[in-house]
């Protein structure tokens, strides 16, 4: 089923680290973006767009690129990338510096995307991919809806600067995680 009981370990940390880093995010976004620059319904779906487009644009680029590059390393590039643009969070203030931030992570998020995928695909056997990626995804789904309930407790108690930071640091972690098991697993 998995090349070893070490890829498993992989899969799942990797994955809840991954979805950590952006889930968290999640259902306070919106809240952060009216708060603090008195956005509109408008401009939440523009900056929803500007995301959601540029991943889709530049994930096949990316996937092409990890390709080339390997995998590891477009991963851990976008890592880096989504790492900084949750830091920056903190230090954007306008509107358009959060346009320009949610290109960059739209960006991000195509060049972890495609390779994290790959990586799962690797670690399993030929007859198992459909079942090893389907773990990879509920593993993160589930990760993602404690990551929304712990987003709230962390806002409400500590701020919002707080949670960038806790985003930031779980990409972070994940690249550094990666890097530390990549030459034994994969």
Same mark, same amino acid.
């Given at each position: 089923?998995?090349? =070893? #009981?070490?890829?498993?370990?992989?899969?799942?940390?990797?994955?809840? $680290?991954? =979805?950590?880093?952006? +889930?968290?995010?999640?259902?306070?976004?919106?809240? /952060?973006?009216?708060?603090?620059?008195?956005?509109?319904?408008?401009? $939440? +779906?523009?900056?929803?767009?500007?995301?959601?487009?540029?991943?889709?644009?530049?994930?096949?680029?990316? %996937?092409?690129?990890?390709?080339?590059? %390997?995998?590891?390393?477009? /991963?851990?590039? +976008?890592?880096?990338? %989504?790492?900084?643009?949750?830091?920056?969070?903190?230090?954007?203030? =306008?509107?358009?510096?959060?346009?320009?931030?949610? /290109?960059?992570?739209? *960006?991000?998020?195509?060049?972890?995307?495609?390779? *994290?995928?790959?990586?799962?695909?690797?670690?399993?056997?030929?007859?198992?991919? @459909? /079942?090893?990626? !389907?773990?990879?995804?509920?593993?993160?789904?589930?990760?993602?809806?404690?990551?929304?309930?712990?987003?709230?407790?962390?806002?409400?108690?500590? !701020?919002?600067?707080?949670?960038?930071? *806790?985003? =930031? @640091?779980?990409?972070?972690?994940?690249?550094?995680?990666?890097?530390?098991?990549?030459? #034994?697993?994969?």
């Amino acid at each position: 089923m998995l090349k =070893s #009981r070490k890829s498993l370990a992989l899969i799942i940390t990797l994955s809840t $680290l991954y =979805s950590l880093g952006v +889930g968290l995010l999640g259902p306070i976004y919106p809240v /952060f973006v009216v708060n603090r620059f008195s956005a509109s319904y408008v401009d $939440l +779906g523009i900056l929803y767009a500007i995301f959601c487009l540029m991943a889709a644009v530049f994930k096949a680029p990316a %996937g092409k690129l990890a390709d080339l590059y %390997g995998k590891e390393k477009i /991963f851990m590039l +976008g890592v880096i990338m %989504g790492a900084a643009c949750s830091l920056s969070y903190v230090y954007v203030s =306008s509107l358009i510096h959060l346009y320009a931030l949610e /290109f960059l992570f739209g *960006i991000s998020h195509a060049l972890q995307r495609p390779s *994290i995928l790959a990586m799962m695909v690797d670690l399993s056997d030929n007859g198992k991919r @459909g /079942f090893i990626l !389907g773990m990879f995804e509920s593993v993160y789904d589930l990760t993602e809806a404690a990551a929304a309930l712990l987003s709230t407790l962390i806002v409400a108690q500590v !701020g919002f600067e707080a949670l960038f930071y *806790i985003c =930031s @640091g779980c990409q972070a972690t994940t690249g550094i995680f990666m890097l530390k098991c990549r030459e #034994r697993t994969l």
